[in-house]
Protein backbone atom coordinates (compact mmCIF):
# COMPACT_ATOMS: atom_id res chain seq x y z
CA UNK A 1 0.00 0.00 0.00
CA UNK A 2 1.42 3.52 -0.82
CA UNK A 3 2.17 5.45 2.04
CA UNK A 4 2.53 9.53 2.05
CA UNK A 5 3.11 11.47 5.59
CA UNK A 6 2.91 14.72 3.56
CA UNK A 7 -0.96 16.40 3.35
CA UNK A 8 -3.15 16.24 0.92
CA UNK A 9 -3.32 20.21 1.04
CA UNK A 10 -1.57 22.89 2.30
CA UNK A 11 -2.84 25.05 4.97
CA UNK A 12 -5.61 27.54 3.39
CA UNK A 13 -4.63 31.19 2.87
CA UNK A 14 -7.97 32.90 1.54
CA UNK A 15 -8.33 35.21 -0.74
CA UNK A 16 -11.53 37.34 -1.96
CA UNK A 17 -12.82 36.80 -5.11
CA UNK A 18 -16.41 38.88 -5.26
CA UNK A 19 -19.25 38.17 -7.66
CA UNK A 20 -19.18 41.15 -10.93
CA UNK A 21 -22.09 42.80 -11.73
CA UNK A 22 -22.16 42.91 -15.32
CA UNK A 23 -24.54 45.66 -15.23
CA UNK A 24 -22.28 48.23 -13.59
CA UNK A 25 -18.47 48.89 -14.59
CA UNK A 26 -16.09 47.94 -12.53
CA UNK A 27 -12.25 49.40 -12.37
CA UNK A 28 -10.00 47.38 -9.89
CA UNK A 29 -7.96 49.97 -8.06
CA UNK A 30 -4.96 47.84 -8.27
CA UNK A 31 -4.46 47.80 -11.85
CA UNK A 32 -1.90 49.62 -13.94
CA UNK A 33 -4.44 50.78 -16.55
CA UNK A 34 -4.26 50.20 -19.97
CA UNK A 35 -2.14 52.74 -22.33
CA UNK A 36 -3.25 53.33 -26.08
CA UNK A 37 -1.13 51.03 -28.89
CA UNK A 38 -1.04 52.64 -31.81
CA UNK A 39 0.78 49.72 -33.63
CA UNK A 40 -2.02 47.90 -32.07
CA UNK A 41 -4.46 49.89 -34.02
CA UNK A 42 -2.42 50.06 -37.35
CA UNK A 43 -2.53 45.98 -37.38
CA UNK A 44 -6.39 46.46 -36.94
CA UNK A 45 -6.96 48.60 -39.77
CA UNK A 46 -4.58 46.21 -41.99
CA UNK A 47 -6.80 43.22 -40.66
CA UNK A 48 -10.65 44.82 -40.84
CA UNK A 49 -10.42 47.24 -43.68
CA UNK A 50 -9.29 44.98 -45.87
CA UNK A 51 -12.21 42.64 -45.02
CA UNK A 52 -14.82 45.19 -45.25
CA UNK A 53 -13.89 46.53 -48.42
CA UNK A 54 -13.54 43.11 -49.97
CA UNK A 55 -17.09 42.42 -49.17
CA UNK A 56 -18.33 46.08 -50.28
CA UNK A 57 -17.05 45.14 -53.47
CA UNK A 58 -18.80 41.78 -53.38
CA UNK A 59 -21.83 43.35 -52.45
CA UNK A 60 -21.76 45.57 -55.26
CA UNK A 61 -21.62 42.56 -58.10
CA UNK A 62 -23.95 40.49 -56.57
CA UNK A 63 -25.90 44.00 -56.95
CA UNK A 64 -24.96 44.06 -60.30
CA UNK A 65 -25.88 40.38 -60.88
CA UNK A 66 -29.73 40.65 -59.61
CA UNK A 67 -30.43 44.03 -60.12
CA UNK A 68 -31.30 43.98 -63.98
CA UNK A 69 -34.89 43.08 -63.10
CA UNK A 70 -34.91 45.03 -59.55
CA UNK A 71 -34.33 43.55 -56.49
CA UNK A 72 -36.64 41.43 -54.45
CA UNK A 73 -36.77 40.36 -51.26
CA UNK A 74 -35.22 36.73 -52.16
CA UNK A 75 -32.02 38.31 -54.37
CA UNK A 76 -31.97 40.59 -51.01
CA UNK A 77 -31.92 37.45 -48.71
CA UNK A 78 -29.25 36.21 -51.12
CA UNK A 79 -27.15 38.80 -51.26
CA UNK A 80 -26.99 39.78 -47.33
CA UNK A 81 -26.14 35.58 -46.82
CA UNK A 82 -23.34 36.02 -49.31
CA UNK A 83 -21.83 38.64 -48.14
CA UNK A 84 -22.18 38.09 -43.97
CA UNK A 85 -20.40 35.18 -44.61
CA UNK A 86 -17.99 36.61 -46.95
CA UNK A 87 -16.83 39.28 -44.34
CA UNK A 88 -15.83 36.13 -42.19
CA UNK A 89 -14.17 34.35 -44.78
CA UNK A 90 -12.35 37.71 -45.66
CA UNK A 91 -11.77 38.29 -42.01
CA UNK A 92 -9.72 34.95 -41.58
CA UNK A 93 -7.59 35.78 -44.95
CA UNK A 94 -6.51 39.24 -44.03
CA UNK A 95 -5.56 37.95 -40.13
CA UNK A 96 -3.61 35.03 -42.02
CA UNK A 97 -1.71 37.84 -43.98
CA UNK A 98 -1.19 40.18 -41.18
CA UNK A 99 0.39 37.29 -39.41
CA UNK A 100 2.36 36.22 -42.48
CA UNK A 101 3.92 40.45 -42.47
CA UNK A 102 4.73 40.12 -38.70
CA UNK A 103 6.64 36.99 -39.80
CA UNK A 104 8.12 38.21 -42.07
CA UNK A 105 9.04 41.54 -40.26
CA UNK A 106 10.68 39.06 -37.06
CA UNK A 107 13.29 40.18 -35.21
CA UNK A 108 15.33 38.49 -32.92
CA UNK A 109 14.59 38.39 -29.00
CA UNK A 110 17.63 40.13 -27.18
CA UNK A 111 20.20 38.29 -25.81
CA UNK A 112 20.40 40.09 -22.57
CA UNK A 113 16.53 40.76 -20.71
CA UNK A 114 16.22 42.19 -17.43
CA UNK A 115 16.14 39.41 -14.95
CA UNK A 116 12.46 39.05 -13.03
CA UNK A 117 10.91 39.30 -10.25
CA UNK A 118 10.40 36.50 -8.61
CA UNK A 119 7.05 34.51 -8.61
CA UNK A 120 5.18 31.92 -5.97
CA UNK A 121 2.51 30.52 -9.21
CA UNK A 122 0.78 27.48 -8.44
CA UNK A 123 -0.19 25.04 -11.44
CA UNK A 124 -3.92 24.08 -11.97
CA UNK A 125 -4.95 20.90 -13.33
CA UNK A 126 -8.65 20.66 -12.74
CA UNK A 127 -9.74 17.03 -13.62
CA UNK A 128 -13.58 15.49 -14.18
CA UNK A 129 -13.38 11.27 -14.35
CA UNK A 130 -10.41 11.24 -16.19
CA UNK A 131 -7.79 8.57 -16.28
CA UNK A 132 -5.45 9.55 -13.48
CA UNK A 133 -1.81 8.16 -14.56
CA UNK A 134 -2.61 9.54 -17.82
CA UNK A 135 -2.99 13.20 -16.14
CA UNK A 136 -0.67 12.77 -13.39
CA UNK A 137 2.31 11.49 -15.75
CA UNK A 138 2.31 14.84 -17.80
CA UNK A 139 1.94 16.69 -14.59
CA UNK A 140 5.03 14.67 -13.19
CA UNK A 141 7.06 15.39 -17.05
CA UNK A 142 6.11 19.40 -16.44
CA UNK A 143 7.58 19.22 -12.50
CA UNK A 144 10.49 16.96 -12.69
CA UNK A 145 11.43 19.98 -16.30
CA UNK A 146 10.58 22.88 -13.93
CA UNK A 147 13.11 21.19 -11.18
CA UNK A 148 15.95 20.57 -13.58
CA UNK A 149 15.36 24.11 -15.56
CA UNK A 150 15.65 26.07 -12.09
CA UNK A 151 14.95 29.68 -12.24
CA UNK A 152 13.62 32.45 -9.86
CA UNK A 153 10.14 31.31 -9.83
CA UNK A 154 8.66 28.68 -7.29
CA UNK A 155 6.32 26.14 -8.54
CA UNK A 156 3.50 24.03 -6.92
CA UNK A 157 1.25 21.48 -8.89
CA UNK A 158 -2.99 21.51 -7.45
CA UNK A 159 -4.68 18.52 -8.95
CA UNK A 160 -8.12 20.06 -8.33
CA UNK A 161 -11.00 17.42 -8.75
CA UNK A 162 -14.23 17.14 -9.47
CA UNK A 163 -14.75 13.62 -9.94
CA UNK A 164 -18.27 12.25 -9.15
CA UNK A 165 -17.46 8.26 -9.53
CA UNK A 166 -15.73 7.06 -5.89
CA UNK A 167 -13.58 4.24 -7.52
CA UNK A 168 -11.97 6.88 -9.89
CA UNK A 169 -11.42 9.61 -6.83
CA UNK A 170 -9.77 6.40 -5.31
CA UNK A 171 -7.05 6.29 -7.97
CA UNK A 172 -6.88 9.35 -8.74
CA UNK A 173 -5.75 9.97 -4.89
CA UNK A 174 -3.94 6.46 -5.01
CA UNK A 175 -1.98 8.24 -8.10
CA UNK A 176 -0.83 11.36 -6.17
CA UNK A 177 0.55 9.70 -3.36
CA UNK A 178 2.73 6.90 -5.92
CA UNK A 179 3.24 9.99 -8.04
CA UNK A 180 4.84 12.09 -4.60
CA UNK A 181 7.41 8.91 -4.21
CA UNK A 182 9.13 9.10 -7.53
CA UNK A 183 9.34 13.59 -7.46
CA UNK A 184 12.49 14.79 -6.72
CA UNK A 185 12.40 16.44 -3.08
CA UNK A 186 11.39 19.37 -2.78
CA UNK A 187 8.96 19.13 -5.85
CA UNK A 188 5.34 19.99 -4.36
CA UNK A 189 2.48 18.65 -5.59
CA UNK A 190 -1.30 18.79 -3.96
CA UNK A 191 -4.38 17.11 -4.45
CA UNK A 192 -7.96 18.18 -3.92
CA UNK A 193 -11.51 16.61 -4.65
CA UNK A 194 -15.10 19.07 -3.79
CA UNK A 195 -17.30 17.20 -2.47
CA UNK A 196 -19.63 18.93 -4.71
CA UNK A 197 -19.19 20.07 -7.72
CA UNK A 198 -20.69 23.47 -8.05
CA UNK A 199 -20.70 25.49 -10.82
CA UNK A 200 -18.22 22.99 -13.20
CA UNK A 201 -14.59 23.81 -14.03
CA UNK A 202 -15.87 28.15 -13.24
CA UNK A 203 -16.41 27.10 -9.18
CA UNK A 204 -13.55 24.50 -9.25
CA UNK A 205 -11.01 26.97 -10.22
CA UNK A 206 -13.28 29.55 -8.07
CA UNK A 207 -13.18 27.33 -4.80
CA UNK A 208 -9.11 27.58 -4.89
CA UNK A 209 -8.82 30.83 -6.00
CA UNK A 210 -10.87 31.51 -2.26
CA UNK A 211 -9.13 28.92 -0.15
CA UNK A 212 -5.39 29.01 -1.11
CA UNK A 213 -5.14 31.90 -3.78
CA UNK A 214 -3.80 34.56 -1.45
CA UNK A 215 -0.40 32.53 -1.21
CA UNK A 216 0.47 32.73 -4.62
CA UNK A 217 1.69 35.92 -7.32
CA UNK A 218 -0.06 33.89 -10.37
CA UNK A 219 -1.74 30.49 -11.59
CA UNK A 220 -1.19 28.99 -14.54
CA UNK A 221 -4.05 26.93 -15.54
CA UNK A 222 -4.09 23.49 -17.26
CA UNK A 223 -6.42 21.27 -19.15
CA UNK A 224 -6.34 17.33 -17.98
CA UNK A 225 -4.45 16.86 -21.45
CA UNK A 226 -2.43 20.29 -21.10
CA UNK A 227 1.25 19.25 -21.55
CA UNK A 228 3.76 22.14 -21.41
CA UNK A 229 7.72 22.06 -21.18
CA UNK A 230 9.38 23.89 -18.12
CA UNK A 231 10.94 26.49 -20.87
CA UNK A 232 7.21 27.21 -21.74
CA UNK A 233 6.04 27.53 -18.43
CA UNK A 234 9.01 29.76 -17.13
CA UNK A 235 8.76 32.28 -20.55
CA UNK A 236 5.09 32.32 -19.79
CA UNK A 237 5.97 33.08 -15.63
CA UNK A 238 8.51 35.94 -17.17
CA UNK A 239 6.49 37.85 -19.31
CA UNK A 240 4.05 38.33 -16.30
CA UNK A 241 6.98 39.15 -14.15
CA UNK A 242 7.81 41.82 -16.64
CA UNK A 243 4.83 43.29 -17.10
CA UNK A 244 3.12 45.09 -14.08
CA UNK A 245 -0.22 46.07 -16.11
CA UNK A 246 -0.40 42.25 -17.94
CA UNK A 247 -3.77 39.94 -15.76
CA UNK A 248 -4.22 37.16 -18.10
CA UNK A 249 -0.81 36.02 -21.04
CA UNK A 250 -2.55 33.13 -23.60
CA UNK A 251 0.09 30.66 -24.85
CA UNK A 252 -0.79 29.33 -28.38
CA UNK A 253 -0.83 25.48 -27.56
CA UNK A 254 -0.06 23.12 -30.79
CA UNK A 255 -2.07 19.68 -31.03
CA UNK A 256 -0.20 16.45 -30.18
CA UNK A 257 -0.64 12.91 -30.02
CA UNK A 258 -3.00 12.33 -32.95
CA UNK A 259 -2.69 9.17 -34.33
CA UNK A 260 -6.13 8.91 -36.20
CA UNK A 261 -7.08 10.38 -39.73
CA UNK A 262 -9.53 13.23 -38.40
CA UNK A 263 -7.51 13.90 -35.59
CA UNK A 264 -4.03 13.82 -37.55
CA UNK A 265 -5.58 16.39 -39.82
CA UNK A 266 -6.50 18.78 -37.24
CA UNK A 267 -3.32 18.68 -35.90
CA UNK A 268 -1.21 19.29 -39.17
CA UNK A 269 -3.71 22.38 -40.04
CA UNK A 270 -2.92 23.63 -36.24
CA UNK A 271 0.48 23.26 -36.98
CA UNK A 272 1.19 24.73 -39.90
CA UNK A 273 -1.92 26.92 -40.80
CA UNK A 274 -2.23 27.79 -37.26
CA UNK A 275 1.46 29.70 -36.75
CA UNK A 276 -0.16 32.69 -39.34
CA UNK A 277 -3.49 33.14 -37.84
CA UNK A 278 -2.02 33.08 -34.48
CA UNK A 279 0.55 35.83 -34.85
CA UNK A 280 -2.02 37.77 -37.32
CA UNK A 281 -4.86 37.72 -34.43
CA UNK A 282 -2.11 38.02 -31.58
CA UNK A 283 -1.23 41.48 -34.03
CA UNK A 284 -4.66 43.10 -33.77
CA UNK A 285 -5.48 41.84 -30.54
CA UNK A 286 -2.73 43.72 -28.69
CA UNK A 287 -3.42 43.86 -25.17
CA UNK A 288 -7.27 43.32 -25.56
CA UNK A 289 -6.32 39.45 -26.40
CA UNK A 290 -8.73 36.00 -25.00
CA UNK A 291 -8.30 33.59 -22.94
CA UNK A 292 -8.93 29.78 -24.31
CA UNK A 293 -8.96 28.43 -20.55
CA UNK A 294 -6.29 26.84 -20.38
CA UNK A 295 -2.10 26.86 -20.69
CA UNK A 296 -2.22 30.85 -19.95
CA UNK A 297 -1.18 32.62 -17.14
CA UNK A 298 -3.31 34.96 -14.53
CA UNK A 299 -2.06 37.40 -12.32
CA UNK A 300 -3.96 35.86 -9.05
CA UNK A 301 -4.84 38.87 -7.54
CA UNK A 302 -6.46 40.30 -10.67
CA UNK A 303 -8.27 37.38 -11.35
CA UNK A 304 -10.08 37.33 -7.93
CA UNK A 305 -10.72 40.93 -8.20
CA UNK A 306 -12.36 40.94 -11.24
CA UNK A 307 -13.55 38.17 -12.92
CA UNK A 308 -15.61 36.53 -10.56
CA UNK A 309 -18.88 35.42 -12.67
CA UNK A 310 -21.95 35.75 -11.46
CA UNK A 311 -25.55 33.66 -12.78
CA UNK A 312 -26.97 35.02 -15.52
CA UNK A 313 -31.11 35.27 -15.71
CA UNK A 314 -32.87 33.20 -18.26
CA UNK A 315 -35.87 34.02 -20.09
CA UNK A 316 -37.78 31.70 -17.67
CA UNK A 317 -36.40 33.41 -14.68
CA UNK A 318 -34.02 30.79 -13.46
CA UNK A 319 -30.40 31.06 -12.87
CA UNK A 320 -27.79 29.56 -15.65
CA UNK A 321 -24.05 29.29 -15.05
CA UNK A 322 -21.85 31.27 -17.93
CA UNK A 323 -21.04 27.89 -19.38
CA UNK A 324 -18.02 29.01 -21.70
CA UNK A 325 -16.40 31.46 -18.87
CA UNK A 326 -12.60 31.96 -20.31
CA UNK A 327 -13.97 34.24 -22.65
CA UNK A 328 -16.00 36.16 -20.72
CA UNK A 329 -13.23 36.13 -17.50
CA UNK A 330 -10.78 38.07 -20.13
CA UNK A 331 -13.40 40.72 -20.77
CA UNK A 332 -13.45 41.36 -16.90
CA UNK A 333 -9.92 41.54 -16.51
CA UNK A 334 -9.33 43.79 -19.02
CA UNK A 335 -12.56 45.76 -18.39
CA UNK A 336 -11.06 46.22 -14.91
CA UNK A 337 -7.92 47.60 -16.22
CA UNK A 338 -5.81 44.82 -16.83
CA UNK A 339 -4.36 43.71 -20.44
CA UNK A 340 -5.14 40.36 -21.65
CA UNK A 341 -2.13 39.19 -23.89
CA UNK A 342 -1.39 36.36 -26.50
CA UNK A 343 1.75 35.51 -27.13
CA UNK A 344 2.30 32.57 -29.93
CA UNK A 345 5.87 32.44 -30.23
CA UNK A 346 6.08 31.11 -26.94
CA UNK A 347 6.79 27.32 -27.74
CA UNK A 348 6.17 23.64 -25.85
CA UNK A 349 2.89 24.46 -25.50
CA UNK A 350 0.12 21.32 -26.24
CA UNK A 351 -2.81 20.01 -26.24
CA UNK A 352 -4.83 16.87 -27.39
CA UNK A 353 -7.64 16.99 -30.06
CA UNK A 354 -10.65 14.33 -30.17
CA UNK A 355 -9.62 10.63 -32.28
CA UNK A 356 -12.58 10.63 -34.28
CA UNK A 357 -15.54 13.43 -36.36
CA UNK A 358 -18.30 12.25 -33.37
CA UNK A 359 -15.71 12.46 -30.34
CA UNK A 360 -15.49 16.14 -32.03
CA UNK A 361 -19.28 16.61 -32.92
CA UNK A 362 -19.71 16.00 -28.99
CA UNK A 363 -17.64 18.70 -27.65
CA UNK A 364 -18.71 21.05 -30.50
CA UNK A 365 -21.84 20.90 -28.86
CA UNK A 366 -20.18 21.70 -25.40
CA UNK A 367 -18.47 25.00 -27.13
CA UNK A 368 -21.42 25.83 -28.98
CA UNK A 369 -23.84 25.85 -25.58
CA UNK A 370 -21.23 28.03 -24.01
CA UNK A 371 -20.68 30.71 -26.98
CA UNK A 372 -24.00 31.21 -27.57
CA UNK A 373 -24.30 32.26 -24.53
CA UNK A 374 -22.39 34.88 -25.14
CA UNK A 375 -24.70 36.97 -27.18
CA UNK A 376 -26.58 37.94 -23.88
CA UNK A 377 -23.17 38.99 -22.35
CA UNK A 378 -22.13 41.50 -25.32
CA UNK A 379 -23.18 44.34 -23.55
CA UNK A 380 -22.00 44.27 -20.16
CA UNK A 381 -21.50 47.19 -18.34
CA UNK A 382 -17.53 48.91 -19.34
CA UNK A 383 -16.23 45.92 -21.61
CA UNK A 384 -14.11 46.85 -24.22
CA UNK A 385 -14.89 47.01 -28.20
CA UNK A 386 -12.25 44.34 -28.40
CA UNK A 387 -13.65 42.41 -26.05
CA UNK A 388 -17.19 42.30 -27.35
CA UNK A 389 -15.88 41.35 -30.74
CA UNK A 390 -13.96 38.29 -29.11
CA UNK A 391 -17.20 37.20 -27.64
CA UNK A 392 -19.52 37.82 -31.02
CA UNK A 393 -16.76 36.05 -33.09
CA UNK A 394 -17.38 33.25 -30.71
CA UNK A 395 -20.81 33.24 -31.23
CA UNK A 396 -20.84 33.77 -35.10
CA UNK A 397 -18.67 30.35 -35.41
CA UNK A 398 -21.42 28.16 -34.91
CA UNK A 399 -23.79 30.87 -35.68
CA UNK A 400 -22.43 30.85 -39.34
CA UNK A 401 -23.12 27.48 -39.96
CA UNK A 402 -26.58 27.64 -39.99
CA UNK A 403 -26.38 31.00 -42.85
CA UNK A 404 -24.38 28.77 -44.95
CA UNK A 405 -26.86 25.60 -45.10
CA UNK A 406 -29.70 28.46 -45.44
CA UNK A 407 -27.30 29.66 -48.62
CA UNK A 408 -26.82 26.15 -49.92
CA UNK A 409 -30.55 25.06 -49.85
CA UNK A 410 -31.06 28.28 -51.85
CA UNK A 411 -28.87 27.48 -54.19
CA UNK A 412 -29.91 24.30 -54.68
CA UNK A 413 -33.82 25.13 -54.77
CA UNK A 414 -32.64 27.58 -57.92
CA UNK A 415 -30.47 25.59 -59.36
CA UNK A 416 -29.11 26.10 -62.82
CA UNK A 417 -31.23 29.39 -63.90
CA UNK A 418 -34.38 30.62 -64.89
CA UNK A 419 -35.52 27.21 -66.82
CA UNK A 420 -33.39 24.52 -64.99
CA UNK A 421 -34.53 24.80 -61.35
CA UNK A 422 -36.64 23.21 -58.14
CA UNK A 423 -38.61 25.89 -58.12
CA UNK A 424 -39.64 25.95 -61.13
CA UNK A 425 -40.00 22.30 -61.86
CA UNK A 426 -43.13 22.22 -59.79
CA UNK A 427 -44.42 25.76 -60.58
CA UNK A 428 -43.09 27.46 -63.81
CA UNK A 429 -45.21 30.69 -62.21
CA UNK A 430 -43.46 30.76 -59.36
CA UNK A 431 -43.88 34.36 -58.10
CA UNK A 432 -40.47 34.00 -55.52
CA UNK A 433 -38.23 33.12 -58.45
CA UNK A 434 -35.67 35.27 -58.18
CA UNK A 435 -33.29 36.37 -61.35
CA UNK A 436 -30.53 33.81 -60.56
CA UNK A 437 -27.57 34.59 -63.02
CA UNK A 438 -26.50 31.81 -65.26
CA UNK A 439 -23.59 30.68 -63.92
CA UNK A 440 -21.96 30.13 -67.28
CA UNK A 441 -20.78 33.51 -68.67
CA UNK A 442 -16.87 33.77 -67.90
CA UNK A 443 -17.05 36.59 -65.23
CA UNK A 444 -19.27 34.57 -62.97
CA UNK A 445 -17.31 31.89 -62.71
CA UNK A 446 -14.47 33.83 -62.38
CA UNK A 447 -16.02 35.22 -58.79
CA UNK A 448 -16.93 31.87 -57.83
CA UNK A 449 -13.57 30.59 -58.30
CA UNK A 450 -12.06 33.64 -56.42
CA UNK A 451 -14.29 33.07 -53.63
CA UNK A 452 -13.28 28.88 -53.39
CA UNK A 453 -9.46 30.50 -53.75
CA UNK A 454 -10.33 32.72 -50.98
CA UNK A 455 -11.07 29.24 -48.59
CA UNK A 456 -7.62 28.13 -49.64
CA UNK A 457 -5.72 31.24 -49.44
CA UNK A 458 -4.81 31.35 -46.20
CA UNK A 459 -3.96 27.17 -46.03
CA UNK A 460 -1.34 28.18 -48.46
CA UNK A 461 -0.48 31.66 -46.77
CA UNK A 462 0.42 29.17 -43.70
CA UNK A 463 2.55 27.17 -45.82
CA UNK A 464 4.97 29.88 -47.50
CA UNK A 465 5.18 30.94 -43.76
CA UNK A 466 6.06 27.57 -42.27
CA UNK A 467 9.74 28.74 -43.11
CA UNK A 468 9.69 32.01 -41.10
CA UNK A 469 8.57 30.27 -38.33
CA UNK A 470 12.15 28.58 -37.72
CA UNK A 471 10.79 25.06 -38.77
CA UNK A 472 12.09 23.83 -42.64
CA UNK A 473 10.35 21.78 -44.48
CA UNK A 474 12.56 18.75 -44.41
CA UNK A 475 11.32 18.94 -40.21
CA UNK A 476 8.06 17.83 -41.91
CA UNK A 477 8.75 14.69 -43.45
CA UNK A 478 10.91 16.46 -46.44
CA UNK A 479 9.22 18.55 -49.41
CA UNK A 480 7.58 15.88 -51.32
CA UNK A 481 5.92 14.20 -48.39
CA UNK A 482 4.84 17.46 -46.80
CA UNK A 483 3.61 18.33 -49.93
CA UNK A 484 1.18 14.85 -50.29
CA UNK A 485 0.77 15.70 -46.86
CA UNK A 486 -0.90 19.16 -47.43
CA UNK A 487 -2.71 17.96 -50.47
CA UNK A 488 -4.57 15.33 -48.34
CA UNK A 489 -5.67 17.43 -45.68
CA UNK A 490 -6.91 19.71 -48.62
CA UNK A 491 -9.37 16.67 -49.71
CA UNK A 492 -10.25 16.16 -45.90
CA UNK A 493 -11.24 19.50 -45.27
CA UNK A 494 -13.23 19.47 -48.11
CA UNK A 495 -15.00 16.53 -47.31
CA UNK A 496 -15.90 17.36 -43.92
CA UNK A 497 -16.28 20.78 -43.97
CA UNK A 498 -19.94 20.11 -45.09
CA UNK A 499 -20.91 17.83 -42.35
CA UNK A 500 -19.13 19.75 -39.66
CA UNK A 501 -21.60 22.29 -41.47
CA UNK A 502 -24.34 20.41 -40.36
CA UNK A 503 -23.65 19.25 -37.19
CA UNK A 504 -23.24 22.92 -36.09
CA UNK A 505 -26.18 23.83 -37.23
CA UNK A 506 -27.57 20.98 -35.31
CA UNK A 507 -25.97 22.10 -32.13
CA UNK A 508 -26.92 25.83 -32.57
CA UNK A 509 -30.54 24.69 -32.65
CA UNK A 510 -30.45 21.81 -29.71
CA UNK A 511 -29.07 24.77 -28.00
CA UNK A 512 -31.99 27.12 -28.82
CA UNK A 513 -34.74 24.60 -28.09
CA UNK A 514 -32.83 23.66 -24.91
CA UNK A 515 -31.64 20.26 -26.12
CA UNK A 516 -28.25 20.31 -24.97
CA UNK A 517 -28.40 20.23 -21.28
CA UNK A 518 -24.71 20.78 -19.46
CA UNK A 519 -21.06 19.21 -19.96
CA UNK A 520 -20.29 15.71 -21.28
CA UNK A 521 -17.38 14.08 -20.24
CA UNK A 522 -15.14 14.55 -23.04
CA UNK A 523 -13.79 10.68 -24.62
CA UNK A 524 -9.76 11.15 -24.73
CA UNK A 525 -8.90 8.22 -25.82
CA UNK A 526 -11.09 7.86 -29.02
CA UNK A 527 -12.44 4.54 -30.54
CA UNK A 528 -14.69 2.98 -33.01
CA UNK A 529 -18.16 3.65 -33.24
CA UNK A 530 -20.74 1.06 -34.76
CA UNK A 531 -22.77 1.73 -37.64
CA UNK A 532 -25.86 2.00 -36.09
CA UNK A 533 -24.68 5.35 -33.94
CA UNK A 534 -23.10 6.33 -37.31
CA UNK A 535 -26.11 6.24 -39.34
CA UNK A 536 -28.15 7.78 -36.16
CA UNK A 537 -25.36 10.80 -35.91
CA UNK A 538 -25.24 11.42 -39.87
CA UNK A 539 -29.09 11.07 -40.70
CA UNK A 540 -29.42 14.75 -41.84
CA UNK A 541 -26.44 14.79 -43.83
CA UNK A 542 -26.97 11.99 -45.60
CA UNK A 543 -30.20 12.66 -46.42
CA UNK A 544 -29.49 15.92 -47.34
CA UNK A 545 -26.63 14.67 -49.60
CA UNK A 546 -28.61 12.20 -51.11
CA UNK A 547 -31.62 14.93 -52.47
CA UNK A 548 -28.68 16.68 -53.67
CA UNK A 549 -27.12 14.05 -55.84
CA UNK A 550 -30.69 13.48 -57.09
CA UNK A 551 -30.77 17.05 -58.04
CA UNK A 552 -27.56 17.36 -59.67
CA UNK A 553 -28.54 14.26 -61.72
CA UNK A 554 -31.57 15.39 -63.03
CA UNK A 555 -30.22 18.76 -64.03
CA UNK A 556 -32.04 20.57 -61.72
CA UNK A 557 -29.66 21.38 -59.14
CA UNK A 558 -25.95 22.93 -59.92
CA UNK A 559 -23.08 21.00 -60.88
CA UNK A 560 -21.14 23.75 -58.45
CA UNK A 561 -22.54 21.58 -55.20
CA UNK A 562 -21.11 18.37 -56.37
CA UNK A 563 -18.61 19.05 -53.93
CA UNK A 564 -20.75 19.09 -51.13
CA UNK A 565 -23.27 16.62 -52.03
CA UNK A 566 -20.40 13.84 -51.68
CA UNK A 567 -19.23 14.76 -49.14
CA UNK A 568 -22.76 14.82 -47.68
CA UNK A 569 -23.95 11.70 -49.28
CA UNK A 570 -20.95 9.80 -47.70
CA UNK A 571 -21.07 11.09 -44.76
CA UNK A 572 -21.47 7.97 -42.61
CA UNK A 573 -18.39 6.27 -44.27
CA UNK A 574 -16.19 9.63 -44.04
CA UNK A 575 -17.19 9.51 -40.13
CA UNK A 576 -15.97 5.93 -40.10
CA UNK A 577 -12.96 6.62 -41.23
CA UNK A 578 -12.10 9.48 -39.41
CA UNK A 579 -11.68 7.31 -36.29
CA UNK A 580 -9.34 5.20 -38.31
CA UNK A 581 -5.40 4.74 -37.05
CA UNK A 582 -2.86 6.01 -39.65
CA UNK A 583 -0.70 2.82 -38.82
CA UNK A 584 -3.66 0.51 -39.89
CA UNK A 585 -3.62 2.47 -42.76
CA UNK A 586 0.06 1.99 -43.44
CA UNK A 587 0.31 5.75 -44.16
CA UNK A 588 2.85 8.60 -42.87
CA UNK A 589 1.22 11.19 -44.40
CA UNK A 590 -0.08 14.75 -42.26
CA UNK A 591 3.02 14.38 -39.78
CA UNK A 592 4.09 17.81 -38.30
CA UNK A 593 7.74 18.86 -36.78
CA UNK A 594 6.50 16.98 -33.13
CA UNK A 595 5.76 13.68 -35.15
CA UNK A 596 9.22 13.25 -37.18
CA UNK A 597 11.42 14.53 -33.92
CA UNK A 598 9.07 13.65 -30.85
CA UNK A 599 9.99 16.78 -28.55
CA UNK A 600 11.20 15.68 -24.75
CA UNK A 601 8.77 16.67 -22.94
CA UNK A 602 6.45 14.02 -24.72
CA UNK A 603 8.58 11.46 -24.48
CA UNK A 604 9.00 11.97 -20.65
CA UNK A 605 5.07 12.07 -20.23
CA UNK A 606 4.63 8.86 -21.74
CA UNK A 607 7.58 7.55 -19.74
CA UNK A 608 6.01 8.91 -16.57
CA UNK A 609 2.60 7.50 -17.69
CA UNK A 610 3.66 4.16 -18.05
CA UNK A 611 5.59 4.23 -15.22
CA UNK A 612 2.75 5.91 -12.61
CA UNK A 613 0.48 3.08 -14.39
CA UNK A 614 2.78 -0.07 -13.49
CA UNK A 615 2.52 1.44 -9.90
CA UNK A 616 -0.61 1.66 -9.38
CA UNK A 617 -0.92 -1.94 -10.96
CA UNK A 618 0.98 -3.11 -8.83
CA UNK A 619 -0.27 -1.87 -5.58
CA UNK A 620 -4.09 -2.25 -6.10
CA UNK A 621 -5.52 1.32 -5.04
CA UNK A 622 -6.99 1.17 -1.80
CA UNK A 623 -9.59 3.77 -0.35
CA UNK A 624 -8.69 5.71 2.49
CA UNK A 625 -11.08 3.78 4.47
CA UNK A 626 -8.96 0.43 4.09
Same mark, same amino acid.
Given at each position: MIRD? @? %? =??? /? $? @? %? =??? /? $? @?? =???????RKAPGVRANLQTRLWRVLAFVPAFL?????????????G???????????????????????????TVASGFAALMRRRPQPSRQTKPDPLNVALLMPIYNEVPWYVLGNASAMLEELRDRGGVHDYTLFVLSDTRDDEIAAQEEASVLALRETLSPGTRLYYRRRAQNTDRKVGNIADWTRRWGGGYDAMLVLDADSLMTGRAIAQLTDALARDPSAGLIQSFP??????????????????????????????????EGNYWGHNAILRTAAFAASAGLPRLRTWSGREALIMSHDFVEAGLMRRAGWTVRFLPRIRGSYEETPANLIDHIQRDRRWCQGNLQHLRILWTRGFHAMSRFHLFHGAMGYLLSPLWFCLLLIWALIGNGQDENVLTYFSEANPLMPTWPEFTEGRHVLVLLLMYAMLLAPKLLGVAAVPLTGLRYRDLGGGGRFSLSFLTEILLSVAYAPILMVQQMIAVFRTLFGIQKGWAVQQRDGGQYGWSTLAKCHALETVSGVALMVGILSGLVTLWLLPIAISLALAIPLSALSGLSLASLGTRHLGTAEVYREPAIIKAARHYRAQLKAALDGDRVHTPAE
Open positions: T @Q %P =LTP /P $E @Q %P =LEM /P $E @QD =LSQAFSDATVALIGVMWNWFEDGIGALEALLIGLISFNFFWISLTLSHLIGAQSVFARAQQFANSIYGEALAEGLARWSGQ
